[in-house]
C-alpha cells in the first residue's frame, strides 16, 4: 500500500510559466514533508520542507503547500527554468518511534526552453 | 563538509552471488538510511541505522541486510543475487531519525 502517492510520472513546462508538483499521502500520522530533486546519475538533493503545523513554506522560486485536511500536498516552481529538469519525489515522515522518510514514486519535470 | 559517499559506484555480478555495498554518511551525522530505486518503483526504503542500530526495516527479504559501525558507516549486503535486485542503491545520512536526509550519488548493481 503505497502511503504517499505522485500520481503524474511526468510533467512538461514551458521556462518562464509555474511547475505545480502534486502529491497525496493517506497516513494521518505524518507530520513533516519535504521535497527532493534528482538528477540522472546523482542521488536525490534536498530542496524544500513543511511541517504539519503549517500550511505554507517558501524558499526563493520554491513554495510548498499542504493541505491536512485533503492530505496534499504541492510544490510550485515559479519561474521555471531548464536547469529545474529533473525527477521530483516528496516524502513524509510519520510522528512517534517509526519516523523513517516514506517516499514517492517521483514526477519527472521538464522545463522547455 | 564531505558529502555522503559510496562505494563502489557501479557493480556487474551474476545470479546467485553476493555483494557488499558501502557508505559514508557526512562527518556528525549518525542516521544512516539505505533505499533501493529501480524505475517507476521511485525509493523503496530498505533500512536505517542510527547508532549501530537498526531502527527501521522496509519490506524485503532477509537476503538484504546491513549494518553500521561505531564511526557511522555502513554496509549493505545482499546474498543471493537475482536479476531483481538490478537497481540503484542509495545511502543517505542525517543527524538522526526523520530528519533531512543527504544522499550519496548511489551504487548502480547489475546482475546478470
Known amino acids: 500500500d503505497q502511503q504517499v502517492k505522485q500520481n503524474s510520472p511526468s510533467l512538461s513546462v514551458q521556462e518562464g510559466r509555474i511547475s505545480i508538483l502534486n502529491c497525496d499521502y493517506t497516513?494521518?500520522?505524518?507530520?513533516?514533508f519535504l521535497w527532493y530533486k534528482k538528477y540522472p546519475a546523482e542521488g536525490p538533493t534536498f530542496l524544500i520542507s513543511?511541517?504539519?503545523?503549517?500550511d505554507k513554506n517558501e524558499d526563493g522560486r520554491f513554495t510548498v503547500f499542504l493541505n491536512k485536511s485533503a492530505k496534499h500536498l504541492s510544490l510550485h516552481i515559479v519561474p521555471s527554468q531548464p536547469g529545474d529538469s529533473a525527477v521530483y519525489f516528496c516524502a513524509a515522515r510519520a510522528s512517534g518511534s517509526a519516523r523513517q522518510l516514506t517516499f514517492g514514486s517521483g514526477t519527472q519535470l521538464t522545463v522547455l526552453p | 563538509k564531505a558529502g555522503v559517499t559510496q562505494t563502489p559506484r557501479y557493480l556487474i555480478k551474476t545470479r546467485g552471488q553476493q555483494v557488499t555495498l558501502s557508505c559514508s554518511p557526512i562527518?556528525?551525522?549518525?542516521?544512516v538510511s539505505w533505499y533501493q530505486q529501480t524505475p517507476g518503483q521511485g525509493l523503496q526504503f530498505l533500512f536505517e541505522?542510527?547508532?549501530?542500530?537498526?531502527?527501521n526495516k522496509g519490506n524485503f527479504p532477509g537476503r538484504f541486510s546491513g549494518r553500521q559501525f561505531s564511526n557511522s558507516r555502513s554496509e549493505m549486503n545482499v546474498s543471493t543475487l537475482e536479476l531483481g535486485d538490478s537497481a540503484l542503491y542509495l545511502c543517505?545520512?542525517?543527524?538522526?531519525?526523520?530528519?533531512?536526509?543527504?544522499f550519496g550519488p548511489g551504487t548502480r548493481l547489475t546482475v546478470t
Open positions: 497516513n494521518s500520522m505524518f507530520d513533516y
Open positions: 543517505a545520512s542525517s543527524l538522526d531519525v526523520g530528519y533531512e536526509q543527504y
Open positions: 541505522y542510527f547508532s549501530e542500530t537498526q531502527r
Open positions: 513543511i511541517s504539519s503545523i503549517k
Open positions: 562527518s556528525g551525522h549518525r542516521s
